[in-house]
């Protein structure tokens, strides 16, 4: 069973281009989270996703950011206008229909402002 | 949404047995603690979920008094390539993405 995957691993934009973040969850999963983590920092929650649907968005900044996870295919956390604080490392985690809150994380990508 | 308080850093050697202790004071009902493993330039790894008592698995175990508003985590016979950070999250299905892993533990093995 394959883990979390994440693309790309590392992703350079420069100010004002958008920048597109893909996580295909484990088999079987159909809860997706997004996180951001900046250099010596913990992680930070963004978002939380299920199929189609949008369940916890408070970690997400008001502008410029969305995430979807559609019926079909990975989920998308897309940044429109990058500016250089965006620079970060951005990992999805995925966890089955179950009770427990067990996640499983992604190797992250790595994204870079120039 | 409980907040953990965990030690900053701890040092060990290898061989030794590491107890790394995190504090939940306001754990509610539906709560499970859950520890993450984080090597640089990776995204963390499950290590270990309980909701009371003891729980062991082949790479770790967590002790829950009846409390609950502690629980350490006990990592038996460290080596070098155990040396990472460490992190407590306390919630439920509905919560538990909202917790920040704060800044853990960073627990660094020596030779």
């Known amino acids: 069973n394959a883990g979390v995957m994440q693309n790309p691993r590392h992703l350079v934009r420069r100010r004002g281009q958008e920048a597109r973040l893909r996580c295909s969850p484990m088999?079987?999963?159909?809860?997706v989270y997004w996180y951001r983590q900046l250099p010596e920092e913990g992680l930070k929650f963004m978002v939380y996703?299920?199929?189609?649907?949008?369940?916890?968005e408070s970690g997400m900044p008001k502008e410029r950011f969305s995430a979807e996870f559609p019926k079909e295919g990975p989920s998308i956390l897309r940044i429109q206008q990058v500016v250089r604080g965006d620079s970060a490392a951005y990992f999805c985690?995925?966890?089955?229909?179950?009770?427990?809150?067990?996640?499983?994380f992604g190797p992250g990508t790595r994204l870079l402002v120039l | 949404l409980a907040k953990t308080t965990q030690p900053i850093s701890m040092d060990s050697y290898e061989g030794q047995e590491v107890n790394i202790t995190c504090s939940h004071n306001?754990?509610?009902?539906?709560?499970?603690i859950t520890w993450y493993q984080q090597f640089p330039s990776q995204g963390p790894r499950f290590i270990i979920q309980?909701?009371?008592t003891k729980v062991t698995n082949e790479v770790a175990s967590l002790f829950i008094p009846a409390d609950r508003k502690s629980s350490t985590l006990s990592l038996p016979r460290v080596s070098l390539s155990d040396t990472a950070v460490y992190y407590c999250?306390?919630?439920?299905?509905?919560?538990?993405?909202?917790?920040?892993f704060g800044d853990g533990t960073t627990l660094t093995v020596k030779p």
């Open positions: 985690a995925s966890s089955p229909p179950s009770t427990t809150p067990t996640q499983y």
């Open positions: 999250l306390v919630g439920d299905r509905t919560n538990a993405g909202k917790s920040t």
């Open positions: 088999k079987g999963h159909s809860h």
């Open positions: 309980g909701y009371k």
């Open positions: 306001n754990i509610a009902t539906n709560d499970y």
């Open positions: 996703l299920q199929k189609e649907n949008i369940i916890d």
